[in-house]
T-cell receptor, first 116, second 112 residues
Framework: AQSVTQPDIHITVSEGASLELRCNYS??????LFWYVQSPGQGLQLLLK??????LVQGIKGFEAEFKRSQSSFNLRKPSVHWSDAAEYFC??????????????FGKGTKLSVKP | DVKVTQSSRYLVKRTGEKVFLECVQD?????MFWYRQDPGLGLRLIYF???????EKGDIPEGYSVSREKKERFSLILESASTNQTSMYLC???????????FGEGSRLTVL
């Protein structure tokens, strides 16, 4: 069965430090890949997505992610974290059903805390 | 961008009550989804719909039903609420070209 693993439940980084959030997936083909962010009490907002082509994708708020097929990974990075980045981050895999879009499988999330 | 509106941000209900959670999207997308979010469990799919009057069970449909009478509206129904249905409920609409999900703000339901 398809699955998404985010191995880190909670990460704390200092403001200004770099960030990498890990995501691994299990799927037979190349899936569609997404990163979402959720602030407390809010819905999920899309940060970036990968469908095909360049394996390094840029997103909003200065985030980027790199798709590595050999490692089945899609890690999220940011060179310098801001206090406003404190939130929960979800990696998701999209499964394409017969040419139309379908459900996304979500990881359990990584909560990011930022120290001043 | 798609706007997805969930009618109630916070609800408190009693055990056995019937609960309706409403979700409306403004971009004529076919696909809509209801997820439940609990700490440590991430998002779990309850039901989804590919078109009007079409519905498919997700991973945890027990205790829930849905209604899609109009394309823009997808309702989640708890026929008889129970305390273990206390949770955050998230509705989403799917962009037909990109596959990404657009989420509402969420409805936090407490069942006493």
């Amino acid at each position: 069965a398809q699955s998404v693993t985010q191995p880190d439940i909670h990460i704390t980084v200092s403001e200004g430090a770099s960030l990498e959030l890990r995501c691994n997936y299990s799927y037979g083909a190349t899936p569609y890949l997404f990163w979402y962010v959720q602030s407390p009490g809010q819905g999920l907002q899309l940060l970036l997505k990968y469908f095909s082509g360049d394996t390094l994708v840029q997103g909003i708020k200065g985030f980027e992610a790199e798709f590595k097929r050999s490692q089945s990974s899609f890690n999220l990075r940011k060179p310098s974290v801001h206090w406003s980045d404190a939130a929960e981050y979800f990696c998701a895999v999209g499964l394409n059903y017969g040419g139309s879009q379908g459900n996304l499988i979500f990881g359990k999330g990584t909560k990011l805390s930022v120290k001043p | 961008d798609v706007k997805v509106t969930q009618s109630s941000r916070y609800l408190v209900k009693r055990t056995g009550e019937k609960v309706f959670l409403e979700c409306v999207q403004d971009m004529d997308h076919e696909n809509m989804f209801w997820y439940r979010q609990d700490p440590g469990l991430g998002l779990r799919l309850i039901y989804f719909s590919y078109d009007v009057k079409m519905k498919e069970k997700g991973d945890i449909p027990e205790g829930y039903s849905v209604s899609r009478e109009k394309k823009e509206r997808f309702s989640l129904i708890l026929e008889s609420a129970s305390t273990n249905q206390t949770s955050m409920y998230l509705c989403a609409a799917q962009g037909s070209n990109t596959g990404e999900l657009f989420f509402g703000e969420g409805s936090r339901l407490t069942v006493l």
